[in-house]
């Protein structure tokens, strides 16, 4: 029941205090030199129940200025002294704890804010308690990071000797024993620096020194102190949108962090990941013209975003040669059979691959040729080798796997849709040309290759994005002794193709998918993940991708995924995964220094990715042409050609 809790401060949920005296109330949480009324205590557990009709805090009255967490919190006596972070600026003679950390506030010159305290440190389970009332109060606060103050998903600060520290609020609850306190529990983020004259975080950084003990006061965090803790520090990033809830604060990809360890991005169908890949990309792009990424795109949507710092490709000018592939991409695409059928015509292929490919003139110079080496050969050695083979057989063994091969290469060689990949145009030794243009080695200022696979055949689409994918790590592999040269390889609709053991079995492409996944970033190979469905990715590939981008995700499965996939010190951003709005989205991982909600910039039109919603009502008004529309379709849907 607590999502319904109205003290949490959600929307314009009211506080369930009396509120006569909120004014009074709110001005002492304040610690300015200006206004130096002392901050009332919170509310103290245990021994001090109230009755739940009069269930408020009573010493937020500010009548009781002097009232401090050791007068009231009897049940933690000795947690005081050290909730009073500073005893430079706190004589010792004072002993109370709250006015040591008061003084210093005054001393900084910041305004803090005060909403609640540590009640329990435990590894991942930390808890603190937050007054309903303090929240409720700050929450028309102008800034609105402090209006956000306590909620899920919001940040909170703890100073700990000189160091705030900063967490996470992951779950509310109503405190049982005192209906206007909430138990929240918390993940820490990391720790900054507090600057002594003007109080400010500084120096954010992942990973805790010390923890707070029980009893230390929480602080709301405001946007000057997201500010610093979201600078984006030396290292080289791209600014891709605001942080949640901030209107100005810039949030930051690094990008060496973000490629370093693959990522991924995921959302529902039309929240805005195909936009907002195309919006990363391009920043990538303007930073490093001469870098070099691949995208597979199976809707053909990114051609239109990138059609000025873009190589594009599609089955027109693919040009991919069919000996590229290695002996199981081969099986994929000539081998029908299943079962025993499937092993005889496996055995027969890798025979009669193998002297196709040692035809060549090539094949002369390598001492060992295997089966999997690109070794240019002709499809019509091939066709003649396995003609002859079975021209040995004697009379009683079966000719069929035979003439299976030949009449699928047949088949292939004859057919127009295929052309991209099999025609007798791409017998020469292109290579090198090849992975030229598609790596873009050199780039020559389009740093990205955009390879459209919507109009491929879908029986060998898969294998299509398998020769490319083996591509990029191979050349990792075989070019380790020369120049790096990473390269970033993105897929979209990842699920296709590695999709998780309940969905299909082994595939060429999802075997070096998860190789890259698993192995890639040793080699220079990057990948980026792109799926409107992570439940059906194949298991512990998520959990590879070292940043996770995810938009609103709506369905229960695919958040149990991300959220198993998610560091635990994000979790509490994931409850927000299906709140989030379209164009925002949760960050977690290498790619930023702690996670973050963040709001996308907008895609220039001429930047984004053709996907736009079809405007039914716009697009239904319109009307003629409709016969030359429908000769010109039908005459490409009979051309299989677009
Ligand atoms: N950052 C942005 N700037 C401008 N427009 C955006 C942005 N993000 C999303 N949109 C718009 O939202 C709509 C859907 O976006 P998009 O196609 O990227 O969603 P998607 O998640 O890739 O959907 P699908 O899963 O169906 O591929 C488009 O009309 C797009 O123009
Ligand atoms: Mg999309």
Redesign the pocket.
Known sequence: MTDNYPGRGFGNAQPFQPSSDDAAATRPVSYTPANPAPRPPVQPTGGQQMPPAQGHMPSQSAASPQMAHPATAPAQPSAAPQSAPRPAVAPASQGVGQNDAQKSHQASGSTLHEIGRVIEIAGSGSQVQLSAKLINDLASHQDPAIAMAGQVGSQVKIRVGNVWLLANIRTQRLDMADAGSIIAAVDFLGEGDEERLTGKIYNFRRGVTRYPVPGSSVFAVSSPDLKQVYAADGRAHVGIGTVFPTRDIRASLYVDAMLGKHFALL??????????AA?ILHKICDLAPQGHIVMIDP?G?YSAAFKGNGALYDVNNLAMPYWLMNFAEHCEVLINSTGDDWQTDADILAKCLLQARSKSRIAESIGKLTVDAPVPYLLSDLTNIIQNEMGKLDKATNSAPYMRLKSKIEELKADPRYNFMFSGMLVGDSMTDFLSKIFRLPSAGKPISIIDVSAVPSDITSTVVAVLSRLVFDYAIWSRNEPQRPILLVCEEAHRYIPSDRMSGASAVRTILERIAKEGRKYGVSLGLIT?RPSDLAEGVLSQCGTIIS?RLNNDRDQAYVRAAMPEGARGFLDSIPALR??ECIICGEGVSIPIRVA????EEER??A???PLFLVLWQETGGEEEILDRVVRRWRAQGR
Do not use: A
Request: charged share 25%.
């Open positions: 959302g529902s169908t039309g929240t805005g990941k195909s936009t907002s919006l809707h949507e409107q938009m379209n164009r996308l910039d907008t895609l984004r990715p996907s736009e919603d």
